[in-house]
């Protein structure tokens, strides 16, 4: 018996979960299609304003971690520690929280990745970058290499250290979502 996710260190849980990318994969919706729709139902009670499927595995034909990333957005009004609760009554893991923000995961084992991986961002509406820095690449064809690009350089250097990956990103991100969000302002 191995030691629970819960009694691991960082170092320990990003040996287990490394960063991998793979091919872009037609599956990621139809993953996305199943977890919206178990959300909906889930989340019937609770405040919903969006859900939307974000992230690298939502932009076409590129490299991504095999993981589909979904934004919930919750009405400005209301308590996001309620729809929090909901979501981890469901099984699905507090990974991170800041000021209005929790982000959770499911399909994470003691034994590694699942076969069908999830991490939920839960914001308040308007709190959705990631929707114009999505729509950008998957528009801007040549852009969205680039970033590719990037994402496979950054892939082996780290492997084991997801928020030195996630950091190395940054710059080209808010680079291109600030391009996005001049080009379509006001879409969210």
Same mark, same amino acid.
């Given at each position: 018996?191995?030691?629970?996710?819960?009694?691991?260190?960082?170092?320990?849980?990003?040996?287990?979960?490394?960063? *991998?990318? @793979? $091919?872009?994969?037609?599956?990621?919706?139809?993953? +996305?299609?199943?977890?919206?729709?178990?959300?909906?139902?889930?989340?019937?009670?609770?405040?919903?304003?969006?859900?939307?499927?974000?992230?690298?595995?939502?932009?076409?034909?590129?490299? $991504?971690?095999?993981?589909?990333? @979904?934004?919930?957005?919750?009405?400005?009004?209301?308590?996001?520690?309620?729809?929090?609760?909901?979501?981890?009554?469901?099984?699905?893991?507090?990974?991170?929280?800041?000021?209005?923000?929790?982000?959770?995961?499911?399909? %994470?084992?003691?034994?590694? *990745?699942?076969?069908?991986? +999830?991490?939920?961002?839960?914001? +308040?509406?308007?709190?959705?970058?990631?929707? +114009?820095?999505?729509?950008?690449?998957?528009?801007?064809?040549?852009?969205?290499?680039?970033?590719?690009?990037l994402k496979l350089e950054l892939?082996?250097? *780290?492997?084991?250290?997801?928020?030195? %990956?996630?950091?190395?990103?940054?710059?080209?991100?808010?680079?291109?979502?600030?391009?996005?969000?001049? @080009? %379509?302002?006001?879409?969210?």
């Amino acid at each position: 018996m191995g030691k629970e996710l819960s009694e691991m260190s960082l170092k320990e849980l990003w040996e287990l979960f490394p960063i *991998f990318l @793979v $091919a872009h994969n037609d599956k990621w919706n139809l993953f +996305y299609d199943e977890i919206e729709s178990f959300l909906q139902t889930i989340l019937s009670g609770c405040p919903i304003e969006r859900i939307s499927h974000i992230g690298s595995t939502a932009i076409s034909s590129i490299w $991504a971690k095999d993981i589909v990333d @979904v934004l919930i957005e919750v009405s400005a009004d209301s308590d996001i520690q309620n729809t929090a609760g909901v979501l981890e009554q469901h099984g699905f893991l507090r990974m991170s929280e800041e000021k209005d923000r929790v982000s959770f995961n499911h399909g %994470y084992t003691k034994d590694g *990745f699942a076969d069908k991986v +999830y991490h939920l961002h839960l914001r +308040y509406i308007g709190d959705n970058d990631e929707l +114009y820095f999505r729509d950008y690449l998957n528009d801007h064809a040549q852009i969205a290499k680039e970033y590719e690009k990037l994402k496979l350089e950054l892939w082996h250097q *780290f492997e084991h250290h997801r928020d030195a %990956y996630t950091d190395a990103k940054t710059e080209f991100v808010r680079k291109w979502t600030a391009e996005a969000k001049k @080009v %379509y302002a006001g879409r969210y």
